[in-house]
C-alpha cells in the first residue's frame, strides 16, 4: 500500500488507509499462523501385514497371528469399523497361545469381489458363507468365532448353521439373527429413533449422504455408539481408511436395506434365510457380552437368553463401555475368548 503526505491530511482518507493497513496485517496473521499450524496427527500404522485369499465370491484380506498350530480363533468386526478393533485383543490371545486370524469383512479394506459382476450383497447369510469358505480356503475345520455389531450376528449364524465349524461362540449384544419379515413389525418410538441411520440409508438422499458425507457419517456413529469412549482422531482414521474399499457403500446400503425387505436378497441363500428367520437355537458355548454405555441399538440380555442351549455365561462390562466392545474393553473381550471353551 502506497500513499501521498497530503493524505493523511484528509481525515476520510486517513481512516481509509488506517484500515487498509490493519486488513493486510491481518491477513499476513493469518497466513503466517496457516503456514505455521500443525498437520494433523497421521493414523498409527497398521498393526499387521494384510494377506490375500481366494475364498468363494471373494479375495478375502486378513490378518493372521500367533502359532500356525494353535487353536485357531476367528474375530470380526462389524460396522463401521475394522479389523483395528481387535488391535489390543490379539496380543492378549496370542499370549496365550491361539493362532488368530482377523478378516476384512465384504466391502471393507482389501476384500474385494472376484468377479465385476458379482451382486454387491450385504444380506446376513453373505456374510457368514463368506466366513465358511475363508475357514475352507485356510484348512480351518473349527475355530472359535467371536465378534460384535454384524461381526456377532455373523459369528452366530455361523455358530447356529454349522455348529460343527464353531468350537465356540463369543457375541457382543448377544443373540443378533434377524429377517426381513420380522423387522416389519414397528418398535417404540424411543427404539425406532436409535435406528435413523437404517431409515435414512433405505432412501436415495441417505446413499448420497453416506458416500459424500461418509467419514463424518461414521466419525458420528462412533461418537452415539460409544458416548464415552474419547478415541483420537488418528485412531479414527486408521479404522476408515478400510471404508475406501470400492464396494463399501454397496454393501452398507444393502445390509439395511435387505433388512427392512426393500431390497432383494440372492435366490441361492433363500433356503439359508429361510431357516434364519425361525430363530435357529445355539448350542456350542457361548459367552454373550454388554458393555455398560452402549448407545447403540442392541437386544436385552433377558430378551435372547433362551436362544442359547448349551454352555452358557453373560458378562456386563462396566466403565462406561459402548458398542465396540473389543476396542473399549480389550482385556474383558480376550479373556472371553479364552474362557469360552472352559464352560461346562
Known amino acids: 500500500m502506497t500513499f501521498k503526505p497530503d493524505d493523511l491530511a484528509n481525515p476520510g482518507r486517513r481512516r481509509l488507509l488506517i484500515a487498509g493497513a490493519f486488513a493486510v496485517g ?131 449364524i455361523v455358530a447356529a448353521l454349522w455348529p460343527e465349524r464353531c468350537t465356540a461362540l463369543v457375541s457382543v449384544s448377544g443373540y443378533l439373527i434377524g429377517s426381513p419379515q420380522a423387522n416389519q413389525e414397528p418398535l417404540t418410538p424411543e427404539a425406532e429413533l436409535s435406528w435413523w441411520y437404517q431409515f435414512y440409508l433405505a432412501t436415495e438422499r441417505g446413499r448420497l449422504g453416506y458416500e459424500r458425507n461418509l467419514r463424518d457419517f461414521t466419525r458420528l456413529i462412533w461418537r452415539t455408539a460409544s458416548p464415552q469412549w474419547q478415541f483420537s482422531e488418528a485412531t479414527f482414521a486408521r479404522s476408515a481408511q478400510a471404508f475406501d474399499n470400492p464396494d463399501h457403500v454397496s454393501i452398507v446400503v444393502h445390509n439395511y436395506r435387505w433388512r427392512l425387505g426393500l431390497a432383494a436378497g440372492e435366490a441361492r441363500y433363500d433356503a439359508l434365510e429361510s431357516r434364519l428367520a425361525r430363530f435357529p437355537v445355539i448350542g456350542v458355548p457361548t459367552i454373550t457380552m454388554e458393555g455398560d454405555a452402549n448407545g447403540a441399538p442392541h437386544p436385552q440380555p433377558a430378551a435372547y437368553r433362551a436362544r442359547f442351549s448349551g454352555p452358557y455365561a453373560h458378562r456386563l462390562i462396566t466403565g462406561g463401555i459402548g458398542h465396540n466392545l473389543p476396542q473399549e474393553a480389550p482385556d474383558a473381550f480376550a479373556q472371553a475368548v479364552l474362557d469360552v471353551t472352559e464352560l461346562r
Open 26 to 156: 491481518a491477513w499476513n496473521q493469518l497466513a503466517c499462523a496457516a503456514l505455521a499450524e500443525p498437520t494433523l496427527p497421521a493414523p498409527p500404522a497398521p498393526w499387521a501385514p494384510i494377506q490375500q485369499i481366494d475364498a468363494g465370491d471373494l479375495s478375502i484380506g486378513y490378518a493372521d497371528f500367533g502359532p500356525p498350530d494353535g487353536p485357531p480363533v476367528i474375530l470380526l468386526h462389524g460396522w463401521p469399523y475394522d479389523i483395528h478393533s481387535f488391535v489390543d485383543v490379539v496380543p492378549r490371545l496370542t499370549a496365550a497361545g491361539r493362532r488368530v486370524i482377523v478378516p476384512h469383512l465384504r466391502g471393507y479394506g482389501t476384500t474385494r469381489f472376484r468377479s465385476g459382476d458379482a451382486v454387491r450383497n450385504g444380506q446376513q447369510a453373505a456374510l457368514a458363507i463368506d466366513v465358511i469358505n475363508l475357514m475352507d480356503a485356510l484348512g480351518l475345520a473349527q475355530a472359535v468365532i467371536a465378534g460384535f455389531d454384524w461381526g456377532a450376528r455373523t459369528a452366530d
